[in-house]
């Protein structure tokens, strides 16, 4: 940040300096300040609007500093781009609902990736790279394996978010190692070029190494994992703009590209710590396979006790505190508005409400608080896992919202369960549990849950939303 005003200062006070550089200058030093302190607002719910509208003034000032750069010879084919952009852009943030953010967010991380991975390709072909010497030729090489991989890579976790690809790993032997040999393939032909940049058949070997890789290194991860290969994709997304920002000397893509880099590794390490796990394990443990789930997936059996809609509302009309935990299932349903309106009929018969969120439920980081926020749930009646987990022995009755492998106790139990060590919200101690839940199908990870069966858990099937609203209903019916 100091460097990019100093540049601006410098370059300011030339006086053959051209009007445009300054503005290109100024723009993109203004749009970097919003970015971080736009990144800093999100670190809390209550600025955190405020955040992400400076971050969108941020990308429009450097979007807006580019337009005016002095290299710029024609506006064709940016105003194609833009009119492009434009058109699939506006639908996609109009009509694609909150439910379908992590699809949506794949397909975004999709979209950054090839684009990255396109500039490179474009300024080898022009010769800019093999020109400016060794670092600018890493640069783009860099920058074109890490656009590539995210590219495919983004559009597996896509197909497995929106079910067009099996969510259990799909593996063949030895198909770590041909990963690693891919990996190590991609870096040693990165050398290679660095070194003898004007070798072409080499640059395209890259190209479709990287592609490879990308798709190999998503394919064997498993359902339960997509938080994490989220924040995974989301930081290789950002190593390749910041390359891409050497490679053009393009101060913002490098700031921006840093932070998106840094802050979504950091937030994978947290997601994979949340879930007792190595990223070695999340990459290549192929969590959630057959093997595993026939390892430790037996669960300890036992007669399920099903109940009605009025039967959980006459529980509930006597309970004086609740907790209600979200899952994936209330994704699908798209439930979370009549999940606030149980809340909601609760609190009003006088129940301390509150909301246990854990921070893998769901299919991306913060899956569960962008629904609930989006159905104007409280900020302070969500509690992540370490604030409320001694609280479910102390409650009446846990309420669980399409959640399944985050409350199965057989990450407490089952060594040979392939959650085993998985923090998981103790739902099973809560005095009264009730599960809704379209049937007994496993979660991602493929075993029975053991919280299904105990004494004190009534399980009510059916669609979340309409079994919700059921419930909600037979509440007004009557108070405590």
């Given at each position: 940040?100091i460097?990019?005003?100093?540049?601006v200062l410098?370059?300011?006070?030339?006086?053959?300096?051209?009007?445009?550089v300054?503005v290109y200058?100024?723009?993109?030093?203004v749009?970097s300040?919003?970015?971080?302190?736009g990144?800093?607002?999100?670190t809390?719910?209550?600025?955190?609007?405020r955040?992400?509208q400076?971050?969108?003034?941020?990308?429009?000032?450097?979007?807006?500093?580019?337009?005016?750069?002095?290299d710029?010879?024609?506006?064709?084919?940016?105003?194609?781009?833009?009119?492009?952009?434009?058109?699939i852009?506006?639908?996609?943030?109009?009509l694609?609902?909150?439910?379908?953010?992590?699809?949506?967010i794949?397909?975004?991380h999709?979209g950054?990736?090839?684009?990255?991975?396109?500039v490179?390709?474009?300024?080898?072909?022009a010769g800019?790279?093999?020109?400016?010497?060794k670092?600018?030729?890493?640069?783009?090489t860099f920058?074109?394996?890490m656009?590539a991989i995210t590219f495919?890579?983004?559009?597996?976790?896509?197909?497995?978010?929106?079910?067009l690809?099996?969510?259990k790993?799909?593996?063949?032997?030895?198909?770590?190692?041909m990963?690693?040999?891919l990996?190590?393939?991609?870096?040693?032909?990165?050398v290679?070029?660095?070194?003898?940049?004007h070798?072409?058949v080499?640059?395209?070997?890259l190209?479709?190494v990287s592609?490879?890789?990308?798709?190999l290194?998503?394919?064997p991860?498993?359902?339960?994992?997509m938080?994490v290969?989220?924040?995974?994709?989301?930081?290789?997304a950002?190593l390749?703009?910041?390359?891409?920002?050497?490679?053009?000397d393009n101060?913002?893509?490098i700031?921006?590209g840093?932070?998106?880099?840094?802050?979504?590794l950091?937030?994978?390490?947290?997601?994979?710590?949340?879930?007792n796990r190595?990223?070695?394990?999340v990459l290549?443990?192929?969590?959630?396979?057959?093997a595993a789930?026939a390892?430790g997936?037996?669960?300890?059996g036992?007669n399920?006790?099903?109940?009605?809609?009025?039967?959980?509302?006459?529980?509930?009309?006597?309970?004086q505190?609740v907790?209600?935990?979200?899952g994936?299932?209330?994704?699908v349903a798209q439930?979370?508005?009549a999940?606030?309106?149980?809340a909601?009929?609760?609190?009003?018969?006088?129940?301390?409400?509150r909301?246990a969120?854990?921070?893998?439920?769901?299919?991306?980081p913060?899956?569960?608080n962008?629904?609930?926020?989006?159905?104007?749930v409280?900020?302070?009646?969500?509690?992540?896992?370490?604030?409320?987990?001694e609280?479910?022995?102390?409650?009446?009755?846990?309420?669980?919202?399409?959640?399944n492998d985050?409350?199965?106790?057989a990450?407490?139990?089952s060594p040979?369960?392939?959650?085993?060590?998985?923090?998981i919200?103790?739902v099973d101690k809560?005095k009264?549990?009730?599960?809704?839940?379209?049937?007994?199908?496993?979660?991602?990870?493929?075993?029975?849950?053991?919280l299904f069966?105990?004494?004190?858990?009534?399980?009510?099937?059916?669609?979340a939303k309409q079994t919700l609203?059921k419930?909600?209903?037979?509440?007004?019916?009557?108070?405590?």
């Open positions: 940040m460097g990019l005003l100093a540049s410098d370059e300011g006070a030339s006086a053959a300096i051209d009007g445009r300054i200058r100024v723009s993109l030093f749009a300040l919003l970015f971080l302190v990144l800093r607002m999100l809390n719910p209550e600025t955190a609007r955040g992400m400076m971050a969108v003034v941020g990308m429009a000032l450097g979007v807006v500093g580019t337009l005016v750069h002095h710029i010879v024609s506006y064709h084919w940016i105003i194609g781009g833009l009119v492009v952009g434009t058109v852009g506006i639908p996609m943030g109009l694609i609902p909150m439910t379908k953010m992590p699809e949506r794949a397909l975004s999709a950054g990736g090839l684009a990255v991975a396109l490179g390709i474009a300024e080898y072909l800019h790279p093999q020109e400016h010497g670092f600018a030729m890493g640069s783009v920058e074109i394996i656009g495919t890579g983004s559009l597996m976790a896509f197909g497995k978010l929106a079910e690809l099996p969510g790993p799909m593996t063949f032997p030895g198909q770590n190692a990963n690693v040999l990996l190590a393939g991609a870096l040693g032909l990165l290679v070029l660095v070194l003898h940049p070798l072409p080499l640059f395209y070997l190209v479709g592609l490879i890789l990308g798709v290194l998503v394919l991860i498993g359902g339960a994992d938080p290969v989220i924040c995974l994709l989301n930081s290789y950002g390749a703009a910041s390359a891409s920002g050497f490679a053009l101060n913002v893509l700031i921006c840093a932070l998106d880099g840094g802050s979504g950091i937030l994978a390490l947290i997601m994979s710590k949340a879930m190595s990223f070695a394990n290549f443990g192929a969590f959630g396979s057959d789930a390892a997936g037996a669960g300890k036992g399920v006790r099903e109940g009605t809609p009025e039967d959980a509302a006459e529980l509930l009309k006597i309970a505190s907790i209600i935990v979200p994936y299932g209330m994704a439930a979370q508005h999940t606030r309106d149980l909601t009929a609760l609190a009003a018969n006088g129940t301390n409400v909301y969120i854990h921070p893998v439920a769901g299919r991306m913060g899956h569960m962008v629904l609930l926020a989006e159905a104007n409280p900020y302070d009646q969500l509690f992540e896992l370490d604030a409320i987990n609280e479910f022995e102390r409650t009446d009755v846990s309420i669980v919202v399409g959640a985050v409350v199965n106790p990450a407490k139990t040979g369960s392939p959650i085993f060590g998985m923090p919200l103790n809560s009264a549990v009730i599960v809704l839940k379209r049937s007994m199908k496993p979660g991602f990870a493929g075993i029975e849950n053991e069966v105990l004494p004190q858990t009534m399980m009510v099937f059916g669609d609203g419930i909600t209903a037979a509440m007004k019916g009557g108070g405590h």
